[in-house]
């Protein structure tokens, strides 16, 4: 998607993926700064470690605890978090409006930090599930908004009792939706049809398109590209470009 947007717009750059051994994420941060290579993408399991080896973080990578956007400015090396912005756009762009709903969010990762972290502001309510009733305390806590926030270990009980009464689920965990449920025995039945449902790892078909709603993962995988050019360019994204050419190598629309 980058690689093909930067050739339609003649820019002189390239987007390549490197796979970095955890212990060798110093040494790799080191080398892009010696090589004069203008920003990069953070993904797990590097989004909290990088943040000791940047020159400055964003207010809103701070208080979210992770990186995913790296930049280079007059200071060095700058870290910038776009995950909760790219689930809130992502959402509108498919027809949800969080304003004043109730949200379940399973998971405590990155991901779902910064998904808290934004829609608390814009949320009635907000529950954290996770397998670690720990961490989704500290999760629930990354509330910067009016939203009421609740945290409990995701189990059978708490997962039926919460599905039922909500307007939207994220599903921030590497297990789909559908999976999930059968996992705990839970019947599909149990989400209601005008509940959303947004799986954030790719590749999960979760929740079709029907009778009930769903926010599909490339929605924000595309909202998230447009911010990192953002903040690369300095200059808005051609997110009609981006969407075109990525729908083009998804073999159709998401949408």
């Known amino acids: 998607m980058f690689n093909l947007t930067f050739k339609a717009l003649g820019l002189d750059c390239s987007y390549l993926p490197f796979e970095v051994p955890p212990e060798e994420l110093q040494a790799t ?19 909290v470690a990088i943040i000791p080896l940047l020159d400055k973080i964003s207010n809103e990578a701070y208080q979210i605890g992770s990186v995913n956007t790296v930049v280079r400015s007059s200071t060095g090396f700058e870290g910038h978090n776009t995950d909760g912005e790219g689930a809130l756009r992502a959402l509108r762009a498919s027809g949800f409006e969080p304003r004043n ?20 502001s814009e949320a009635e309510s907000i529950v954290v599930l996770n397998r670690s009733e720990e961490k989704s305390s500290i999760v629930a806590g990354i509330n910067r908004g009016v939203a009421k ?19 939207l689920i994220v599903n921030a965990t590497p297990l789909g939706t559908i999976e999930m449920l059968n996992d705990f025995k839970i019947p599909l039945a149990n989400i209601r049809d005008n509940e959303w449902v947004f799986d954030l790892a790719y590749g999960h078909s979760s929740v079709q398109h ?12 595309l909202q998230q ?14 997110l009609d470009l981006m969407r075109s050419i990525l729908t083009d190598q998804n073999g159709g629309d998401w949408r």
């Open 29 to 47: 941060v080191e080398e892009a700064k010696a090589l004069g290579i203008a920003g990069f993408n953070v993904t797990m399991p590097h989004k």
């Open 101 to 120: 709903r109730k949200i379940l969010v399973l998971g405590a990762g990155g991901a779902a930090r910064a998904i808290v972290h934004k829609l608390s």
């Open 149 to 167: 926030t609740y945290s409990a270990k995701l189990s059978k009980t708490e997962l039926e009792k919460n599905i039922g009464n909500t307007d």
């Open 210 to 221: 029907g009778p009930r709603l769903r926010v599909n993962a490339l929605e924000m995988l």
């Open 225 to 238: 590209a447009g911010l990192s050019y953002q903040l690369w360019f300095e200059s808005p994204a051609p």
